[in-house]
């Protein structure tokens, strides 16, 4: 699954559009190198965004194409 799309259907980042800035503005990382918004992803990569100054990263757990809200939680887990 793309980055771009995977950020939006485990809602970490709320559109699609604003996920693929984030990537253009090479605020978005994978496993240490900066990613663009096509690269896919898969389990156990380690995705970090810059908010601001505050970075989080997080783990990806599962990868889904159609998740319920209740469930996004189960596709990541924050490591920092």
């Known amino acids: ?6 950020l939006k ?3 970490i980042i709320k ?3 604003i996920a693929n800035e984030a990537c253009d503005a090479g605020r978005v990382e994978i496993n240490g ?3 663009k918004a096509s ?3 898969k389990i156990g990569d380690k995705v970090a965004i810059r908010f601001g ?3 989080t990263t997080f783990e990806i ?3 889904k194409e159609n998740v319920k809200k209740e469930d996004t939680a189960a596709m ?3 490591v920092e």
């Open 1 to 6: 699954m793309r980055l771009d799309k995977y």
């Open 9 to 11: 259907v485990s809602r």
């Open 15 to 17: 559109r699609r559009t």
């Open 33 to 35: 190198k900066v990613a």
């Open 39 to 41: 690269q896919d992803v």
């Open 53 to 55: 100054e505050k970075v």
């Open 61 to 63: 757990l599962e990868v």
């Open 76 to 78: 990541y887990r924050v």
